[in-house]
């Protein structure tokens, strides 16, 4: 069983920055798919980026220029960079790992942005 563990939300006015992690209990991130996704109350939960277990990274198109995923495999760890943070970006988000019929969720991380 993986645990991952998301960390670096908070408040931040309109325009900030935030930097959030993910740190998986193992070294999984070579081989795992990895994703942050977002849930704003009451709406669904939707994809803000992914980055392959190469290294290969995609985005809601939305998101793209003001969101940026990194990870580095040494640490266990993915980065979701977010600048020009806007309210409509207020939200859970959470992050996923996945290969094959293996599919791991954190416990979400508050992002609030907000004046």
Do not use: H
């Not at 998986?24 to 795992?32: C, T």
């Amino acid at each position: 069983q993986v645990q991952l563990v998301e960390s670096g939300g908070g408040l931040v006015q309109p325009g900030g920055s935030l930097r959030l992690s993910c740190t998986a209990s193992s070294s999984i991130f070579s081989v795992y798919a990895v994703g942050w996704y977002r849930q704003a109350p009451g709406k669904q939960r939707e994809l803000v980026a992914t980055i392959g277990s190469t290294g290969n990274t995609n985005y809601a198109d939305s998101l793209k220029g003001r969101f940026a995923i990194s990870k580095d495999s040494s640490k266990n760890t993915v980065y979701l960079q977010m600048n020009n943070l806007k309210p409509e970006d207020t939200a859970i988000y959470y992050c996923n790992a996945k290969r094959y019929d293996r599919n791991y969720w954190g416990q979400g991380t508050q992002v609030t942005v907000s004046s």
